[in-house]
């Protein structure tokens, strides 16, 4: 039997957890304060611990939803201590998105906990599970743009409303690619609940291979073009430009040389 100290250490913050989080703290504040002689360098650190940040964020999304849901095993499998080495695949969740990241600048989703889904009873409940991690996404998107939607940049430094405006594109990019009804995707969990039996039975072989599909799927010009394009729409709903994401990734990309345009406006 479970005691109260065992439940406690299983829902205490992870040191790794915290870690990340400082970096994402300190990187931050050097892009903020221009600290860094290397500000591309620091863009990279404080947008890559954020991205990780909301990796775990998004996971514990999932299994807190699923432990309010009914599988109690969540606690058990460390899932609530935030910590990334927990997740059941950490190459899934954490070191693929980080790469496509920094490879192609598109928020990867992840998928790594481990949900009981016969201790959950209700429809709904299985549908919230699934929709609860990228809706974390969001909030994180809307947190992100927060000083751009609020007309509140007045003395906010260039370099940190472009790190800003980068990090909200890849969680807009996340939340959109997550809320596909593509099989092993989340928005396809979100209605699996409301199928059939027997479409669900006849879905379920091609559930390892959805998200390859999908990036696949991206890379035919037109699909691209009309992704992008929606991501491009719901950025400027939220108040942040073309520019100011296409400066974000140009400076995460420091190792590619210093874009002129964009080094000259930080450096104002």
Request: charged fraction near 10%; charge should be neutral; hydrophobic fraction near 50%.
């Amino acid at each position: 039997m479970a005691t109260a100290t065992s439940r406690t250490g299983d829902r205490r913050i992870s040191p790794v957890f915290l870690g990340i989080a400082a970096v994402m703290a300190v990187t931050g504040w050097a892009v903020w304060t221009g600290f860094s002689a290397n500000p591309g360098l620091a863009v990279f650190l404080f947008v890559t611990s954020g991205w990780i940040v909301s990796l775990c964020l998004h996971e514990y999304a999932h299994a807190r939803t699923a432990l309010h849901g009914g599988d109690i095993s969540i606690g058990a499998k460390g899932y609530l201590t935030l910590n990334p080495l927990k997740y059941t695949h950490a190459l899934l969740s954490i070191v693929l998105p980080v790469l496509f990241v920094i490879m192609g600048g598109i928020g990867l989703p992840g998928g790594a906990v481990f949900i009981e889904r016969d201790r959950i009873r209700g429809r709904w409940k299985h549908s919230l599970v699934s929709a609860a991690g990228p809706l974390t996404n969001v909030l994180f998107a809307l947190v992100c743009t927060a000083p751009f939607w609020l007309g509140s940049l007045d003395g906010v430094p260039f370099g940190f409303r472009f790190a800003l405006a980068f990090l909200a594109l890849l969680q807009v990019t996340a939340a959109i690619l997550n809320f596909l009804p593509v099989p092993g995707l989340d928005g396809y969990g979100v209605i699996e609940p409301w199928l059939s039996y027997k479409v669900r039975r006849q879905v379920e072989p091609f559930a390892p291979f959805g998200l390859l599909a999908v990036f696949a799927l991206l890379f035919v010009p037109e699909i691209n073009h009309a992704f992008f394009g929606l991501v491009d729409t719901v950025l400027h709903a939220l108040g942040v430009q073309d520019a100011e994401t296409y400066c974000g990734q140009q400076l995460y990309r420091f190792w590619q040389g210093e874009n002129v345009f964009c080094g000259d406006i930080v450096n104002r």
